[in-house]
């Protein structure tokens, strides 16, 4: 009996490995003698960005619907998404980080969180495997390496341009909010800080620690030291907590942050209390004169609304479009041209066609890199929060 029943376990581990084998790729299995290249998909689908990654993930996966398939020497190659949650952790990024280079992915793209990017760039850089970073902003993710490339624009141009916007606004007092060990959180406070005191402002900032939910002792500071603005670079879990907390509290200033607010939940969950929060991002689904956006816009949302499980991760609507998504579908495109350019599946040639790639008219602008791996931007799209809904406010082109 004892060995029957050992036979059973057996089996049923085998079967489970094999169902699991599955789960890494957005394609059917290959059958034998198919040629396949792997691409990374390092995002959080878990954790408090994990809203913010799903939101990327689409963008890729999107893509990866309309490029399914790469000709490299005549020969066509499917292209397999192999997927590795980071958990929006950086100690847990290292681990999600192998699980790809174990996999041998050619290329890897993500993620959102400059975090657990930098935590697993050396990892990359290593295995001689380029990644793609979405919407991780922070300078830290390239500099010093040369297999980590960047979709979104810096920190320091999105800290200058808030900046800008804030003291156009009459914000001349302002508190940063940040989050405590949070790399994306206070490389971006402090860049905002810097220009808010360049442009003749005052700034400070305080600190919370990660999972913190009660903010009303910061917001009686703030309440008592009367500034005249509020900076929360901070994640689309914490973002509600802090307008509604601020204006339960009579804090009614200013309330400003960056890309990672432009999520529809954020408005739902703090209503009428987000009306006026402005904050900078990536792109502008009603800009019509970016063709290749709203070409994007009419297909994503087309393709989203035709399965249920995508609009979940579209946060429930198949109609908003986050900023984030189109960085997440265009580091697939790059991606897709890099491939072609090296006609070859190696790391490192795909590497070096990045380095050199000229892609006219992605959804997000056209896409060309610098000496340090960042895509050259020159546009930032300001929104604001109105009744439940993202409306367009402003734009800044340098």
Known sequence: MKK?????????????????????????????????????????????????????????????????????????????????????????????????????????????????????????????????????????????????????????????????YALKQGCQNCVVIVEAGDDYSAGFGNYFSEAMIAGGAACSTVTFQTGETDFSTIMANIKSEGYDGIFAPVSIETAPLIINQAREAGVDCQIMAGDTWDDISIAERAGANANGVFFSCFFDSTDASNAAGVEFSKGFTEWVAADSARVENNGGTAEAISSVTPCGYDAYMAAYYAIQAAQSTD????????????????????????????????????????????????????
């Open 4 to 164: 029957i029943l050992a036979l059973a376990l057996a089996l049923m581990m085998i079967f489970a490995l094999c169902a699991c084998g599955d789960s890494g790729s957005s394609s059917a299995p290959a059958s034998s003698g198919d040629k396949v290249i792997k691409i990374g998909v390092f995002e959080p689908t878990s954790g408090q960005n994990a809203a913010g990654g799903k939101k990327e993930v689409l963008g890729i996966e999107y893509a990866h619907s309309l490029y399914p398939t790469v000709d490299i020497n005549g020969e066509t190659y499917s292209i397999e998404l192999v997927y590795a949650d980071n958990a929006s952790d950086a100690a847990k990024a290292p681990t999600a980080a192998q699980l790809l280079i174990s996999q041998k992915v050619s290329v890897v793209l993500g993620t959102y969180g400059s975090g657990c990017a930098i935590a697993a760039g050396d990892l990359f850089a290593e295995a001689k495997i380029p990644a793609i970073g979405t919407s991780c902003t922070n300078p830290q993710v390239t500099i010093g390496n040369d297999y980590y490339f960047r979709i979104a624009y810096i920190d320091p141009f999105q800290g200058a341009v808030m900046a800008s």
């Open 347 to 398: 790391g490192a040639a795909i590497r070096d066609a990045l380095a050199g790639l000229k892609v006219e008219g992605l959804v997000t602008g056209d896409l060309q890199f610098d000496e340090n791996g960042d895509a050259i931007k020159n546009y930032v799209a300001i929104k604001t929060f109105q009744d439940g809904q993202i409306v367009f406010s402003d734009a800044y082109q340098g």
